[in-house]
């Protein structure tokens, strides 16, 4: 009988992914959030300016695509980070 291959894909010999190279959407691993109501609007906001501004030019910017970019920023800045709350984690950061 055949198992199944329960390895998420990015951890499959081969399959690494680069920051920054496209990658079809059953390439990511899901992972679920909470936002705060602002958040999630600018966010939107945010998506949709970045696509007007394209002008069709480019792969669509989603809000998912900005969130991965901001993980890569946090996981680059990570020697930078301090504290045992997200308000000094933030504060750490500047933010």
Do not use: C, F
Not at 36 to 47: G, I
Not at 55 to 68: A, D, F, S, V
Not at 70 to 83: H, N, Y
């Amino acid at each position: 009988m055949a198992t199944k291959d329960t390895t998420p894909s990015s951890s499959r010999p081969g399959d690494a992914i680069t920051p920054g190279e496209w990658v079809r959407y059953d390439q990511l691993e899901r992972k679920e959030t909470r936002l705060r109501p602002d958040q999630y609007n600018s966010l939107s906001e945010l998506s949709r300016a970045l696509n007007r501004q394209r002008h069709g030019r480019g792969e669509r910017i989603t809000e998912n695509t900005l969130i991965r970019v901001a993980i890569d920023l946090l996981l680059k800045r990570e020697a930078e980070l301090a504290g045992t709350t997200e308000a000094e984690l933030r504060a750490s950061l500047g933010l």
